[in-house]
């Protein structure tokens, strides 16, 4: 049977009235969580931050429309870990202590901080997978047709596009209704992203194909490595995709179970867990496409001091061949 919790009759705009009485189970979801995202609040804002740095200090990497872009994904994934992650903390220490007006300021914050990098992350994600893509598709356009300069502006309008969604969410006429804007955007995204990825997979694999064929009649193959860069790209943003989607969609499956039941204490609980587990992703990216991409793993290990790196790491920037150069693979070549 279904436990209400008891409210105070204060309002915090779409928030959940602040709870009185706060139960033990509730008590034990608060500290844990709380336990949790300031542990992971740290790794994320100190994993992305040195992401950020080791692609903004190369100009190699930094020239890259897919290194703008991944770039973007760490920026939204250190505000989760800086803001979000530090609001929410304060805001269920505020609920342990009952202060009803530090709770409404900080769960805001950290709700929609949360939601504008969500949906920052998810179109970057979608831009870079979509990026390989056209790099194959349009061959030796791709330099003239996708230049730093429009992903720097196609960014910059994923931020304002996404704080301007929430800011609706402010709108007393338009909060009830207002899960329907992500939910769509999500949706959208999403299959331009599955379609692109498996265009993209379709023609890696038909290259592929055309360059085993060269091999066996003995063609120069200037471009397999690069070939080889693009597969591994596919697939890492493949698995960042799936952490996002893995992370987020108990966090929907748990507001949708809200809008039926209400906010009741195992709502409340199941959501508390749900956010902290979309809010611990931000710490996991930065491994992900650091472990899977040779480039910015060695970009990262060039910033620690010469005693704490693995082995012979490379020297300067003059090393860098970017995973994600601007040059697309000549196709023409190798199918010749």
């Known amino acids: 049977m279904s436990h209400r919790t008891n409210h105070s009759q204060g309002s915090c705009f779409f928030a959940p009235p602040f709870i009185t009485n706060v139960t033990p189970p509730v008590y034990i979801t608060n500290i844990a969580s709380v336990v949790l995202n300031l542990i992971f609040s740290v790794l994320a804002v100190t994993e992305n931050a040195?992401?950020?740095?080791?692609?903004?200090?190369?100009?190699?990497?930094?020239?890259?429309?897919?290194?703008?872009?991944?770039?973007?994904?760490?920026?939204?994934?250190?505000?989760?870990?800086?803001?979000?992650?530090?609001?929410?903390?304060?805001?269920?220490?505020?609920?342990?202590?009952?202060?009803?007006?530090?709770?409404?300021?900080?769960?805001?914050?950290?709700?929609?901080?949360?939601?504008?990098?969500?949906?920052?992350?998810?179109?970057?994600?979608?831009?870079i997978i979509v990026d390989r893509y056209l790099a194959l598709l349009l061959h030796m356009r791709y330099n003239a047709l996708i230049t730093t300069s429009k992903v720097y502006r196609l960014v910059l309008v994923y931020w304002i596009a996404c704080a301007g969604i929430v800011s609706l969410r402010f709108m007393p006429e338009v909060e009830k209704s207002w899960i329907l804007l992500p939910l769509v955007l999500l949706a959208g995204f999403l299959l331009a992203t599955l379609v692109a990825y498996f265009r993209m997979f379709r023609m890696v694999r038909r290259i592929h194909s055309d360059v085993l064929d060269a091999r066996s009649s003995r063609r120069d193959l200037p471009n397999s490595t690069s070939l080889s860069r693009y597969k591994c790209l596919a697939a890492t943003m493949f698995y960042v995709l799936l952490l996002f989607l893995g992370c987020y969609v108990p966090f929907l499956v748990i507001m949708a179970t809200e809008a039926v039941l209400g906010y009741t204490v195992e709502v409340m609980v199941a959501y508390d867990y749900a956010v902290t587990i979309v809010f611990v992703s931000s710490s996991i990216n930065p491994m992900v496409y650091?472990?899977?991409?040779?480039?910015?793993?060695?970009?990262?290990?060039?910033?620690?001091?010469?005693?704490?790196?693995?082995?012979?790491?490379?020297?300067?920037?003059?090393?860098?061949?970017?995973?994600?150069?601007?040059?697309?693979?000549?196709?023409?070549?190798?199918r010749n």
């Open 50 to 127: 040195v992401v950020i740095f080791v692609i903004s200090k190369s100009r190699h990497l930094r020239s890259s429309p897919s290194n703008i872009l991944l770039c973007s994904l760490a920026i939204s994934d250190l505000v989760i870990g800086s803001v979000c992650q530090t609001f929410y903390v304060v805001y269920k220490v505020s609920e342990l202590y009952e202060w009803p007006g530090v709770y409404c300021v900080a769960r805001l914050v950290a709700v929609s901080f949360g939601w504008v990098c969500a949906g920052v992350s998810l179109m970057t994600i979608s831009s």
């Open 290 to 334: 650091c472990f899977r991409i040779r480039e910015i793993r060695q970009a990262v290990i060039n910033t620690l001091p010469k005693r704490f790196r693995p082995g012979r790491a490379v020297d300067k920037d003059m090393a860098w061949i970017t995973t994600f150069s601007k040059q697309p693979i000549n196709i023409s070549v190798i």
